[in-house]
């Protein structure tokens, strides 16, 4: 690489230790769930290992334990620009201000705000605000089945003098309550469609208690004919489309068994999909399973054992079998018994073997994440126009299917929330995926000239995604190209003309993670919707946030931190708030680039990519 193009390594090291621990990837595994979850993290983004002088000190926290002074309600959330604060703070034209919420307890928050939303039809901007935080962040600190039963609970209590409204009728009481109720559905509808009768039966309650107080109150006829639809979305699909989901299994990226299963447009995952999966023998012989995506590792392997028992190819095995995930450049992590979904956790080519605990030392990764063959890649046949394009296409499926609150249980909870990331970790795999594609075609590439074709396109590519406002993979291929493995071709940058040394280093300054990575929120905040954020960086500034300000104080919750965990995932909202629309003429090879992009073949050893790249460019001496 030329003097004058400052790479990404200089400055590895002076980022956040937010979302990377210290040690292993088996030393991670072995911390639990959600240490496990943020390593999946680390590995996109590992420039986010150590902290960095230049961010400056970290904000003062909300809730002091050993300090009498009142929270501090000037922090400003690192994720929104100095243009989106002001919005947020001042609100719309004509409408309060938004105030801070003083910590109180779950159940009293919960009172204040229906308080507030009494005539709730016609919500403030204010309230608006309050009720919006409460719902996108009320799994930190209350339970959905908690929140369930005050709701409940509320909505049969009669006004009394001194109670905590004395002000309300029981119409406006209850009319609150319905009105809340509605939001928590309406935000969490795809999730609680998930659960059936567990979230059914809340939506049931509700309604037949409603249905009780029709004589009384006639004015919540409206409120009580919502519910009843509302009963019968979470009852469910019928039995036929129940049946068909039944027989349908899901591809997952390393999962895709024919061409026009990775053609179909994403869709959510759900726990209950069904999908394909290899589990190895220490032997690299295989049995496929089909499991649920939520299914715990004691069913797989019980799943496993049932395949090998009625497997003549396999031999059967006596002993207690352990699952453990091994990446291609040889790490470990075992897994419990009691660990769920853990298909999307893996590394891009991170394999599962299922052994007895005494060959857990003799597992090895397989024989072609360990070797390579070099050769010409199919890229260097395909237009970068093409290419970009299908790279903004799928991410924008993979985008739209992660819902807001997997941000938050993804930080907050791990494997301990009652909705998992699913969706969200495959946000992260593809952009890893990307990051170390750009590597992997490069470096199997022999000759020097050909190199350098890769690398005009690769920079064309990353501009072509950025004008398309996806900053996904816009940055991940200025990651790729700035892997040490490649970064070190002396040679090939040499071949780069002038015109794309000089894009790529202000492509380079974009991706600059110095003071809070300035450049790029600058940017970010210049574009309108639609577009597609690094993802990794919105993780990044949501454990912040979660790491440098207290959630309770006591019993008392700090809801200010709410409102700006709230903001965060708003901005994700406001990002999707238009549907992305490319100009795509389909062409002769339209399918095969498709293809070809959602099923791209990595290779994630940086040891092994290293090796490649000094034979083809050996160190000087």
Request: hydrophobic share 35%; with cysteine; proline share 7%.
């Amino acid at each position: 690489m030329p003097a004058g193009m400052k790479p990404l390594e200089k400055f590895l090291k002076k980022q956040s230790s937010a979302l990377a621990r210290p040690g292993s990837f088996a030393d991670k595994a072995a911390g639990g769930g959600a240490a496990r979850r943020r390593a999946s993290l680390s590995r996109v983004m590992p420039f986010f290992r150590e902290s960095s002088p230049e961010s400056g000190p970290a904000p003062r926290e909300l809730l002091s334990p050993e300090s009498e002074e009142p929270p501090c309600w000037e922090l400003r959330s690192p994720s929104l620009s100095s243009d989106e604060q002001s919005q947020s703070s001042e609100g719309s034209a004509g409408e309060a201000p938004w105030s801070p919420v003083p910590p109180d307890t779950a159940e009293n928050l919960l009172v204040a705000l229906l308080e507030s939303v009494v005539g709730g039809r016609r919500l403030g901007g204010c309230t608006e605000t309050l009720l919006d935080d409460f719902m996108l962040t009320h799994p930190i600190f209350l339970a959905p089945d908690k929140l369930q039963q005050i709701l409940l609970e509320q909505f049969g209590v009669e006004g009394k003098p001194g109670d905590a409204w004395p002000s309300l009728d029981g119409a406006e009481r209850k009319q609150a309550v319905l009105n809340v109720a509605f939001r928590y559905l309406d935000t969490y509808r795809e999730l609680l469609l998930e659960e059936g009768e567990r979230s059914n039966s809340f939506a049931k309650e509700l309604y037949v208690r409603a249905a009780q107080e029709l004589s009384r109150y006639p004015e919540l006829v409206e409120d009580i004919l919502k519910l009843q639809r509302w009963t019968e979305i979470l009852q469910g699909q019928s039995e036929e489309d129940k049946d068909n989901k039944k027989k349908q299994v899901r591809p997952l990226f390393r999962h895709f068994r024919r061409i026009d299963s990775c053609l179909q447009p994403r869709e959510a995952f759900r726990g209950s999909d069904e999908i394909f999966c290899r589990v190895y023998m220490p032997d690299h012989s295989y049995v496929t399973i089909r499991s649920r995506l939520s299914c715990r590792v004691g069913e797989i392997l019980a799943l496993v054992q049932e395949k090998l028992q009625y497997s003549e190819d396999q031999p059967s095995r006596p002993g207690t079998l352990i699952l453990v995930a091994v990446t291609s450049s040889g790490e470990k992590a075992m897994f419990r018994p009691s660990d769920e979904a853990v298909f999307t956790t893996l590394g891009v080519n991170t394999h599962l073997f299922a052994c007895e605990p005494h060959e857990l030392d003799a597992l090895l990764p397989l024989p072609e994440e360990v070797h390579w063959s070099p050769g010409d890649s199919k890229l260097h046949d395909m237009s970068a126009e093409e290419v970009a394009n299908q790279l903004v296409s799928f991410d924008w499926e993979l985008f739209s299917c992660v819902h807001e609150v997997e941000f938050v249980c993804y930080v907050f909870h791990g494997e301990q929330a009652r909705w998992r990331p699913l969706n969200l970790e495959l946000v992260l795999q593809r952009c890893s995926e990307v990051q170390h594609w750009v590597a992997t075609e490069i470096l199997q590439c022999q000759s020097v000239p050909k190199r350098v074709q890769l690398l005009r396109k690769f920079i064309k590519m990353a501009a072509l995604c950025k004008q398309q406002q996806d900053l996904l993979s816009f940055l991940a291929l200025i990651l790729g190209l700035d892997n040490p493995a490649v970064s070190r071709l002396r040679l090939t940058w040499e071949g780069l003309p002038g015109k794309f040394k000089k894009q790529f280093q202000q492509f380079e300054a974009i991706a600059d993670p110095s003071r809070n990575h300035k450049s790029y929120r600058e940017l970010i905040a210049r574009l309108r919707p639609p577009l597609i954020p690094f993802t990794p960086l919105l993780l990044k500034d949501l454990t912040f946030l979660h790491e440098s300000c207290k959630t309770f104080y006591g019993d008392l919750v700090n809801f200010e931190k709410m409102h700006k965990v709230a903001e965060m995932v708003r901005s994700i909202r406001r990002y999707r708030s238009t549907q992305l629309a490319l100009d795509m003429e389909p062409s002769p090879s339209y399918l095969q680039t498709k293809a070809y992009v959602r099923q791209l073949q990595v290779i994630d050893n940086q040891n092994l990519l290293f090796e490649m790249s000094c034979k083809l460019e050996p160190k000087e001496a």
